[in-house]
């Protein structure tokens, strides 16, 4: 019962705020939950401006907005009845200490995975990506990254935190496989020649229609398990400003959240939201969209399930 919402004793949207949704905060992975949100309030890798750190308590605060729909339009079913979900509430780890930092997230998310849970993240600064995809592999192998985002994050870069390189290690490590992956809103330099990803830059995806986006982004997954990267900054600052890194023409929020929607038949194993920084956000514009991501995440990955 603690995953039914009780309707006739709803919280005020803009009180008792302390979890994503409202979900139970537990830590429990008893064999009745399916998903599970994870906070990491990490930006010590970002090479521009700071304050990831925030974006889990920016993203919980801001889904009390999203609490009060039934049915979230414009899906035809209550999220609870098929896909139970907790918050596990934000890693910790001793203040600057990164290494540290990555043994417990690591040993976090595995302990999500091994449980056979699907696990939806929230950063912190992209970087955290490359630990996740490292205890995602595990459980379920080499993966289908499909990357939204305004940079590919493939710097050929040695440096042990850093959140431009994520994409170029992974890679290596053997964590997915750039045949199937795919990345979405690109709209910086890299390296055209020598780049093992398919790219559907900014530009393309605002002028080709929904229906070529997914169908680019379904031939390449094809039918392997899917990492699902959101960085925030995918989107133009327009609609996210909240962010360290922001590049000019970028998606609209519709759109993304179209795209995002579409893509309801693939098998997405884990996910996550990154880069959000509050601080640089106005009228929690940013951190509403992130949340707003999340939540239909959980709609995509819960739509091809059997109600309980
Ligand atoms: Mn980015």
Redesign the pocket.
Known sequence: MFYVRDLDNEPNTYANVFSFMGLPLSRELSEDVDAVILGIPYDLATSGRSGARMGPTGIRQASAQLRWEEKRWPWTFHLADKLRCVDYGDICFTDGDSDEMLAVLKAEASKIFAANKTLLSFGGD?FLTLPLLRAAAEKHGQMALIHF???T?TEASEAKYNHGSMFYHAPKEGLIKPENSIQVGIRTEYDYDNHPFQVLDAAWVNEHSLGEVLSNIKQRVADMPVYLSF?I??LDPAYAPGTG?P?SGGLSSDRALQIVRGLQDLNIVAADVM?VAPAYDHAEVTSLVAATLALELLHVIAAKRSSK
């Open positions: 992209h985002d305004a940079h994050d960085d900054d995918c890194t590049v880069e």
